[in-house]
């Protein structure tokens, strides 16, 4: 059971829009700002969402973040086939003392 | 260019200890907090410890505290952790990370390949 909560899968059709949802509580999203990590298969981890709304360099601006209260967001706009991966949000957490992911959400392109 | 490359992993039967390693080269490894991550086959993330530059901090995630320890030693820009009393549940891959410099948030900006400690008799 992960401390930070998100949907196990969503999906879209190529140009739709996406969102994915993050829930966390007062301790870690309440408090401290949301990153995002994208994955896929047989490959590590890539930040592509940090500081809750900002993007590295070379992350295109289909991709796009937000916190209010004790919950978080990625958005895709403009869903491409290749946007198909493994998405996870995550943020410290004062209570627990260490960084806590969410379970992660499986995007599917239809 | 940031490299990362974790070594060390392997089977290991329950009980067991094993060290992984990650040598890091790129960037000034004594400035930066390193973090360990790990992820059981076909699961989600979980992180499991953190280092600060010097090495003076360190915090642990509660699935691993007392049995492992992480440690770095800067004059080689290496990242170690020592894992003991291990268990079935440990069976992952694992992540050498270093986290960002002054940003909000401590984001994890870049990631080894990862090394598989596999736990089973």
């Known amino acids: 059971q992960s401390v930070l909560t998100q949907p196990p899968s969503a999906s879209g059709t190529p140009g739709q829009r996406v969102t994915i949802d993050c829930s966390g509580g007062s301790s870690n999203i309440g408090t401290n700002a949301v990153n995002w990590y994208q994955q896929f298969p047989g490959t590590a981890p890539k930040l592509l969402i940090y500081s809750s709304n900002q993007r590295p360099s070379g992350v295109p601006d289909r991709f796009s973040g937000s916190k209010s209260g004790t919950s978080a967001s990625l958005a895709i706009s403009g869903l491409q086939s290749e946007d198909e991966a493994d998405y996870y949000c995550a943020a410290w957490d004062d209570s627990l003392d260490g960084v806590v992911f969410g379970g992660g959400t499986k995007l599917t392109v239809l | 260019e940031v490299h990362l490359v974790e070594s060390g992993g392997g089977l290991v039967q329950p009980g067991g200890s094993l060290r992984i390693s990650c040598a890091a080269s790129g960037f000034t490894f004594s400035s930066y907090e390193m973090n360990w991550v790990r992820q059981a086959p076909g699961k989600g993330l979980e992180w499991v410890s953190y280092i600060t530059g010097s090495g003076t901090t360190r915090y642990y995630a509660d699935s691993v505290k007392g049995r492992f320890t992480i440690s770095r030693d800067n004059a080689k820009s290496s990242l170690y952790l020592q894992m003991n009393s291990l268990r079935a549940e440990d069976t992952a891959i694992y992540y050498c990370?270093?986290?960002?410099?002054?940003?909000?948030?401590?984001?994890?900006?870049?990631w080894g390949q990862g090394t598989l400690v596999t736990v089973s008799s």
């Open positions: 990370v270093r986290e960002s410099q002054n940003i909000l948030g401590a984001p994890f900006d870049y």
